[in-house]
């Protein structure tokens, strides 16, 4: 295929921060009077706060309590979480090496605030390998909506089926695939048997991405 365009998500993608979200998640639901189902919690991996908050509301039958107030403490404690100690993933090194040998556009779609996306690329000293940065607020559509990988590639000025697109969770892999862009996933392992279902190329980390690159650019 032509490669135009590498485009990443960013929680458990970029940074391993998934299991920091869920339990955070599950702490402040719990200790206000609601405890998620594991099997809840994994299902909405990988979507945007607001309509997170909107379905665990609605599934949980939850009363009296301030969504607002609840997303504020998420949030807060989240963000100083990731900020402070998430990790690279493995391989991100090697493909953002392949992605600036051959001079490809290379862009975050994430589902996560931009307040917690920047701070967290400074840290991480990475901040200006990125072309774009496409954040939670610069969507209509969330994932899995195929919209925020759509708009990305629109931002970059590329053609999204000429992208390469590397996600973690069955939200974000269903949006990628959707789009139309050439999709990788490295799932959690509470995920692979639901990606394994998807039709969707599972690698281990995103070394094998950058491999694939080499080998069609």
């Not at 295929?1 to 639901?29: C, N």
Request: aromatic share 8%; proline share 5%.
């Amino acid at each position: 295929m032509k490669i135009d365009a590498v485009i990443l998500d960013f929680d458990g993608t970029v940074v391993d921060s998934e299991f920091t979200w869920k339990e955070v998640e599950q702490d402040v639901l719990t200790r206000h009077g609601y405890p998620m189902p594991q099997e809840l919690l994994f299902e909405l991996s990988g979507m945007g706060i607001d309509k997170w908050l909107q379905i665990v509301f609605e599934k949980l039958n939850v009363k009296n309590i301030d969504v607002q107030i609840v997303k504020t403490e998420i949030l807060s404690r989240v963000y100083k979480l990731i900020n402070d100690t998430s990790p690279l993933q493995p391989g991100f090194e090697i493909l953002s090496e392949v992605v600036k040998q051959n001079n490809l556009p290379f862009a975050i779609c994430t589902s996560s605030e931009f307040d917690l996306l920047l701070p967290t690329l400074k840290r991480l000293d990475i901040t200006n390998l990125f072309q774009v940065l496409h954040s939670a607020h610069g969507y209509e559509n969330m994932k899995p909506h195929p919209e925020p990988y759509l708009l990305t590639a629109e931002k970059l000025g590329v053609d999204i089926k000429n992208c390469v697109v590397v996600e973690d969770s069955i939200t974000g892999i269903k949006s990628a695939m959707a789009s139309g862009a050439k999709t990788f996933a490295i799932p959690y392992p509470h995920d692979l048997e639901r990606a394994k279902q998807l039709d969707v190329e599972i690698v281990k980390d995103m070394s094998v991405v950058a491999d694939y690159i080499k080998n069609n650019i």
